[in-house]
Nanobody, 117 residues
Framework: QVQLVESGGGLVQAGGSLRLSCAAS????????MGWYRQAPGKQRELVAV???????NYADSVKGRFTISRDAAKNTVYLQMNSLKPDDTAVYYC???????????WGQGTQVTVSS
């Protein structure tokens, strides 16, 4: 029903920046929030940032002040601007979208972000 396509991952040195994009297509009316999660090897998947259709945002404490989530509603696209990257930010970043109270929850394939020291 919903397909999520992520882009923007890559290799960057500590202190650098990356911008991730996630475009949703299909039954996008089943989405009331989009966000980013990440999973490092051997660790639990964690929420990085979310944004609702109404524009509310929430960030993990570890990225607050460094990352900014935004969205273009007309394009059904969410962005994650990542600044001042640290090696601990290295992970696979997954786009998530849905309307969970209605049973809609969709995931992208993930994009690798690697921050070298």
């Amino acid at each position: 029903q919903v397909q999520l396509v992520e882009s923007g991952g890559g290799l960057v040195q500590a202190g650098g920046s990356l911008r991730l994009s996630c475009a949703a297509s299909g039954s996008t009316w089943n989405i009331n929030a989009m966000g980013w999660y990440r999973q490092a090897p051997g660790k639990q998947r964690e929420l990085v940032a979310v944004i609702t259709n109404g524009g509310r945002t929430n960030y993990a404490d570890s990225v607050k002040g460094r990352f900014t989530i935004s969205r273009d509603a007309a394009k059904n696209t969410v962005y994650l601007q990542m600044n001042s990257l640290k090696p601990d930010d290295t992970a696979v970043y997954y786009c998530n979208a849905g309307w969970k109270t209605l049973g809609y929850d969709y995931w992208g394939q993930g994009t690798q972000v690697t921050v070298s020291s």
